[in-house]
């Protein structure tokens, strides 16, 4: 069983930014794909961006140029520098982790963003 745990969330203004962090633990077979997901108020879960065991990377459009993923793979690591942020940006924000046996979701780090 694989577990997350997420940090880096919290209060910004517009224009700032935030680090997201998920750190996997437990009975960990290769990691394949780590990713950011978010879900604003009434509003579905969302892709925000992947990134493979390659370095392959996928973002949605609303964060491409702002928000970069990266991972440490020695760490079972996956991080989120969110640039530029935006009032719309404003959500819980899950990591999810793709091993070959499992899916795995962390418990969600909230990140708002003043006007």
């Known amino acids: 069983q694989v577990q997350l745990v997420e940090s880096g969330g919290g209060l910004v203004q517009a224009g700032g930014s935030l680090r997201l962090s998920c750190t996997a633990s437990g009975t960990i077979s290769r990691i394949n794909v780590m990713g950011w997901y978010r879900q604003a108020p009434g509003k579905q879960r969302d892709l925000v961006a992947v990134?493979?065991?390659?370095?392959?990377?996928n973002y949605s459009d609303s964060v491409k140029g702002r928000f970069t993923i990266s991972r440490d793979n020695a760490k079972n690591t996956v991080y989120m520098q969110m640039n530029s942020l935006k009032p719309e940006d404003t959500a819980v924000y899950y990591c999810k982790v793709v091993t070959a046996r499992s899916i795995s979701w962390g418990q969600g780090t909230q990140v708002t963003v003043s006007s």
């Open positions: 990134i493979s065991s390659g370095g392959l990377t």
